[in-house]
């Protein structure tokens, strides 16, 4: 008798066998050739809520069950002051996904909306801030060490927008 499939399970097989030539490949082909993870890295996955960086989650967490090389990751939800609906969605689609979540809260809302300044340009400013400090307390060391000069002009502002902070054990 077939066995039934849990809905991560069905994604995880779909990422796979389903998106591999468009999704799964070339994500793969990107870490290998630009040598984004090293052994014993420690990578901090923020995730918004948002379609992009949820891929990204499973991406990275397919790559640490299948990779031969040895590294962490930890995933981040950084709440700017989300009301409980947009939260708790967020939560929920990380339960059903089974990706196990570090949330942590800000003000972040509160300042940007009550500041002269473009409230956009602020919140996207703080949050960066909020996620790189919070990285770096989780043991992430930040930054495109070993992205070289083609993979930090090119391929870590893409990482960046889908949510992946690069980390390096040395």
């Not at 290998?32 to 967490?61: E, F, H, N, T």
């Not at 609906?85 to 949330?103: F, Q």
């Not at 300044?117 to 989780?138: D, I, T």
Request: proline share 5%; aromatic share 10%.
């Amino acid at each position: 008798m077939k066995r039934t499939l849990e809905p991560h399970e069905l994604i995880e097989r779909s990422i796979i066998k389903k998106f591999r030539k468009t999704i799964w490949n070339p994500f793969t082909l990107a870490v290998r050739q630009y040598q984004l993870i090293q052994p014993g890295d420690k990578i901090a996955v923020c995730i918004s809520g948002g379609k992009d960086s949820m891929l990204m989650a499973k991406l990275m967490q397919l790559l640490q069950r299948y990779s031969e090389v040895p590294f962490e990751v930890v995933f981040l939800v950084m709440d700017p002051g989300y009301n409980e609906i947009n939260r708790n969605k967020i939560k929920s689609n990380a339960a059903l996904l089974h990706i196990p979540i570090t949330v942590f809260e800000t003000n972040i809302f509160d300042v940007a909306n009550n500041s002269d300044k473009s409230p956009c340009y602020l919140c996207a400013r703080m949050r960066r801030g909020h996620l790189y400090k919070k990285a770096q307390e989780l043991g992430c060391v930040t930054g495109p060490k070993q992205l070289g000069v083609f993979g930090a002009s090119y391929l870590y502002p893409v990482f960046l927008r889908l949510g992946i902070i690069c980390a390096s054990a040395g």
